[in-house]
């Protein structure tokens, strides 16, 4: 394991190890961990799960409407596929409009393959994705308890 390269998630009802991606997205690793470092996403709901398509977080707001007071990042597009367990931006219609939102496919969703920055899988703890309260947004949403790089754990 490449701890500088790996998140733990702590969800309600257990961790989720995600290896990071920065092959793949450079510019949104680095801000995933820059985030996760300030604690950005302790505390934050999943506001949006989907079964059978994502689990979307990382707004404070809770609303989906919400980021982070850093700018929004250029797109990194890949041919990485949309698999079960790949954690990728969410952004608004703009393809560069990815800040601190993010989503967890709970299955296969290849519709998504190019328009949308992969940034890391998960590893471990997908049963605990698969728990997460359903709902747009649901009646009451799970949320990150904390998120770390593994290197400052």
């Not at 929004?72 to 601190?100: I, W, Y």
């Amino acid at each position: 394991m490449d701890a500088e390269n790996t998140l733990i998630m702590e969800l309600e009802n257990g961790p989720v190890t995600i290896k990071l991606r920065p092959d793949l997205a450079p510019k949104h690793v680095e801000r995933i961990k820059e985030l996760a470092r300030e604690g950005f996403y302790d505390g934050v709901v999943f506001h949006r799960v989907i079964p059978r398509f994502m689990a979307q977080g990382g707004d404070p707001t809770g609303t989906g409407m919400g980021g982070s007071k850093k700018p929004d990042l250029k797109a990194e597009f890949s041919k990485a596929p949309h698999t079960e367990g790949v954690c990728s931006m969410a952004r608004s219609q703009s393809e560069d409009s990815a800040n601190s939102q993010f989503f967890i496919c709970n299955a296969d969703a290849k519709f998504l393959d190019g328009k949308y920055t992969v940034w890391g899988e998960v590893t471990e703890g997908m049963e605990h994705v698969h728990a997460l309260p359903v709902g747009e947004p649901p009646r009451s949403p799970g949320k990150i308890v904390s998120m770390k790089v593994a290197a400052d754990a």
